[in-house]
């Protein structure tokens, strides 16, 4: 009743019959033909790419009677024939899982002593030899350095890193890579012909893609299918079956993500559940077709792998949506853990999690255009789907909506004064200013905001340096700890212009680190494109701090201060930086 | 004659194999906890080893000697302690190799696979590639994430869907259900039919979880104190009775994910009949980040920590709501 599956009855018998090993099989081949058949060779790679049917067709090779091991296995003499069986008693497969420990390696090391009884060279397999004991390893490693004349050793591991370089050093080590889709497509076509399946090229080629560089897995993959769906099977069946993106059920909540529209994402993952889809392959799903989306938007469609008409479809879809945001949804799924036949909830929670970020990514983008083009700011997509009493109290307390606004009038007032006042004068910006304030200005000076703000020459770093501080205010409450602008208060001042390269200098590496992070750059080097009026990218160093350079510093000195100076060393040890 | 509920497609495939005579040598059985896979896996044993024609059959002496556990070539492993171990492995190995007992397959149920020791996988490898003749393997796992892929690859992989709704609703009607309280059970079970059928012959399941998950909202307005003491009774119930506490968990969960979606702006009919409440003054990032702290203390309690720690700690951070 149990036959023999697909993967085991098409173990591939001859060197050339492995498939998308080229390199591997070649050499090996050479090897053989000149008669220079190494004593230990390691063999990794990942699942289902030919390791251990090479092993096994190396071993026959070199002791097989009809090519006196000069070449391919004949696979019809006396050895051939008993190893095929698993009878001939000079090819030992060890199971190095189950074998591990070091008694196991001394009963083989003594056998090995032995002469081969019947064959040209005793074969030595060890498979998944990763799960070795320390000491086992060691055991073999003068073995395997040199062993008997008529031994040859073959090491097969899924995991080199768990390797020892002395057991390494000692084999020739052969990679074998993941096969490739038009190895794999071939090898699938091959067998569906001789199983008389009626599978279209296309649907084959769907296989091969979900099976991920595995050979074994695809092998076993169109078995399921054939017995599943049957064995004409169509290419949408066939995506149905596996979970595979372009099966049409992720889309819809795909088209909710993509849209912001949290209700209709939700509704339509309740939709599916109720019909009692696996969300745990929706996921899956999901998140393979945000790659997609993500890769298509980067600019790169030849990666997918997909037909011209899909792609296009893809970038229908994806207008109006920027990278940014396929970056944040990608995040929010990927992460998931969602096991075969969970309830949604997990799923709808990165659905609101992710739209609440977009929210604020776009507010953030939405003022930030203000400040730059205040025309643009009506093109804007308003974010859809948020409940409308919650949404609007939601965004209200948001810091990241409301600070942003005094950064505008910030400027605005600042327009109204003469430059040369703010030379004098960097620290006057109002950095106090009462919550009370900011709010009734906010409402009150909304049309001044929209008055172009003076744009810094491009290249005069002497300005940007005295308008340092409405830079940094208007960063105000940015930040996933809201605190981008004290980080660059109480440390930074620009530098230098390099080209289209601003630099900063920070006084503590910590908040340079900070800076340096990616979605922190993002926001400064916004902020100051916005300021010089071409783009500048962030480059940040690390410089002495000068003695009076800290912004409380500056204002007590415009209140008439005097700077004592301190030693050095008492600056740094008062001065550590706090995260908060 | 596989005398189970659901699982068409899984039952139809694994008889398609068996009557061609091409079944696998090793399967993984993916699906929920409940789901029904281990019925589907002994009824698998009893197949192949049936003496009937039509198997399985249920009643030859090999069939009932599968089902009461007694066959000698069955072989069942679960976890004895927190893993399974490679002890019990290799002690499983050296058993393989020997010819069934009475039956025709030695057929090894691993429940739980998930539940297994890196060490064991690795030990499993090779076997589960190329048993002997007589052997048939059926992995159970309800969280496929768990199962290494060297392991995945070389088994044929059944997935056990949830049952559709409409598919448990007509259940549910066959079973005298009314209409309303069929909604509730769905949404209860979750595809899971024994569950909603075990729900549906007794009323007062309904009923209790009701209570208990109006009292459970409830405490977002009490005061801190009420609140610890709550916590403390939980943390005493969990030091005897583990599930209780768990399911309450889940319950809770269950009733701040209705407040989530009701804050979404989800109607009420997609979320079905929840608790009898309107949404709330609650902020939707509020209610996120408390589901979310709910889910981490489940996940915490199923590990080691001190309970009573976790449990203050969650009721603590129950948000206030804004007036």
């Known amino acids: 009743m149990v036959s023999q599956v697909l993967y085991r009855k098409w173990r591939p018998k001859k060197l050339t019959e492995v498939m998308g090993q080229e390199p591997i099989t070649q050499t090996l081949l050479t090897a053989l033909e000149q008669d220079r058949v190494a004593h230990a060779y390691l063999f990794t790679g990942p699942r289902g790419t030919g390791k251990t049917s090479t092993a096994r067709i190396l071993a026959k090779a070199i002791n097989c009677l009809g090519t006196d091991g000069r070449g391919e296995p004949d696979n019809s003499c006396a050895v051939c024939e008993e190893i095929d069986q698993g009878s001939f008693l000079d090819l030992v497969e060890i199971d190095g899982a189950s074998n591990r420990g070091i008694d196991d390696i001394k009963g083989l090391r003594e056998k090995a002593g032995f002469a081969p009884a019947q064959a040209r060279r005793k074969t030595y397999i060890i498979d998944e030899v990763h799960q070795l004991t320390k000491p086992a390893f060691n055991a073999l490693l003068k073995t395997l350095e040199e062993p008997p004349g008529n031994v040859v050793f073959i090491l097969a591991t899924t995991e080199p890193q768990d390797i020892p370089l002395t057991i390494m050093s000692r084999c020739q080590r052969f990679d074998f890579r993941r096969i490739n889709l038009e190895a794999m497509t071939k090898q699938l076509t091959q067998i569906g012909d001789a199983e008389g399946f009626q599978l279209s090229a296309e649907t084959l080629h769907v296989v091969a893609r979900a099976a991920s560089g595995s050979l074994r897995d695809a092998e076993n993959l169109l078995e399921q299918l054939v017995l599943a769906v049957g064995s004409s099977a169509t290419v949408q069946e066939t995506q149905e079956f596996f979970g595979l993106a372009g099966s049409g059920r992720g889309q819809t909540v795909i088209q909710g993500l993509l849209h912001n529209d949290m209700v209709a994402a939700i509704q339509s993952l309740n939709q599916l559940d109720q019909e009692g889809v696996d969300l745990g392959q929706l996921q899956k799903e999901i998140v393979e077709e945000l790659r997609i989306c993500l890769l298509i938007k980067a600019g790169v469609p030849q990666v997918v792998d997909l037909q011209e008409h899909e792609i296009a479809q893809r970038n229908e879809m994806l207008v109006g949506t920027d990278i940014a945001s396929l970056r944040i949804l990608l995040e929010k799924f990927a992460s998931l853990s969602v096991p075969s036949g969970s309830p949604p909830l997990p799923l709808e929670m990165a659905i609101v999690a992710a739209c609440l970020e977009r929210q604020k990514v776009e507010v953030v983008s939405t003022v930030a255009d203000a400040v730059s083009v205040p025309s643009k700011r009506q093109e804007n997509p308003t974010p859809k789907g948020f409940p409308n009493v919650s949404a609007a109290e939601d965004m209200a307390e948001k810091p990241s909506i409301s600070k942003p606004v005094k950064g505008e009038n910030d400027l605005a007032s600042d327009n109204e004064r003469p430059v040369e006042q703010r030379d004098v004068a960097p620290a006057d910006e109002p950095v106090a200013a009462t919550p009370a304030r900011q709010s009734s200005d906010a409402s009150e000076d909304t049309d001044v905001s929209d008055v172009d703000t003076a744009p810094i020459n491009p290249g005069d770093i002497e300005e940007l340096r005295a308008r340092w501080n409405e830079v940094i205010n208007s960063l105000k409450g940015f930040g996933s700890n809201k605190n981008l602008d004290a980080i660059l208060r109480s440390s930074s001042m620009p530098m230098e212009i390099k080209g289209d390269a601003l630099v900063i200098g920070f006084y503590y590496k910590y908040h340079k680190e900070k800076v340096e992070d990616p979605k922190y750059r993002y926001l400064v080097e916004r902020r100051i494109t916005e300021f010089m009026g071409t783009h500048y990218t962030v480059e940040c160093v690390l410089v002495d701090k000068p003695s009076s350079s800290g912004h409380a510093v500056r204002a007590a000195v415009e209140r008439g201060a005097r700077v004592e100076q301190a030693p050095d060393n008492a600056i740094v040890e008062n001065g550590e930086p706090n995260d908060e | ?323």
């Open chain 2, 1 to 323: 004659m596989w005398n189970i509920e659901g699982h068409d497609d899984a039952i139809a495939l694994l008889n398609t194999s068996l009557e061609r005579g091409n079944l696998a040598h090793s399967y993984l059985f993916v699906g929920s906890k409940g789901i029904g896979k281990r019925s589907v896996a002994v009824a698998l044993a009893q197949a192949v080893n049936c003496l009937e024609n039509s198997k399985p059959c249920g009643s030859c002496r090999s069939c009932v000697r599968v089902s009461s556990g007694l066959h000698a070539d069955l072989r069942i492993v679960t976890k004895r302690n927190t893993v399974i171990g490679i002890e019990e492995v290799s002690d499983l190995l050296h058993d393989l190799n020997l010819q069934p007992y009475e039956g025709k397959y030695r057929v090894v149920i691993f429940d739980e696979i998930n539940h297994t020791s890196h060490d064991s996988f690795n030990a499993l490898l090779k076997v589960l590639e190329e048993p002997p003749k007589h052997v048939l393997f059926v992995l159970l796992t309800s969280n496929l994430n768990l199962v290494p892929e060297t392991i995945q690859s070389r088994c044929q992989t059944i997935f056990f869907h949830p049952v559709s709704n409409n598919m448990l609703l007509k259940k549910l009607r066959e079973a005298g259900v009314e209409n309303e309280t069929a909604q509730e059970i769905i949404r209860i079970a979750h595809g899971r039919i024994r569950e909603a059928l075990e729900i549906a012959s007794d009323p007062t399941i309904l009923e209790s979880r009701y209570e208990k998950l109006q009292s459970l909202m409830a405490l977002r307005n009490q005061s801190l104190a009420t609140r610890i003491a709550f916590a403390e009774q939980m943390a005493k119930d969990f030091s005897q009775n583990r599930d209780l506490v768990l399911s309450d968990l889940a319950l809770w969960i269950e009733g701040w994910r209705f407040l989530l979606l009701s804050a979404a702006g989800i109607s009420r009919e997609t979320i079905g009949r929840g608790i009898p409440e309107k949404a709330l003054n609650y902020q939707l990032s509020d209610i996120l980040g408390f589901l979310e702290k709910l889910m981490s203390t489940t996940a915490a309690l199923h590990q080691n920590v001190n309970p009573r720690l976790a449990l203050e700690s969650l009721l603590m951070a129950i948000p206030q709501e804004k007036q």
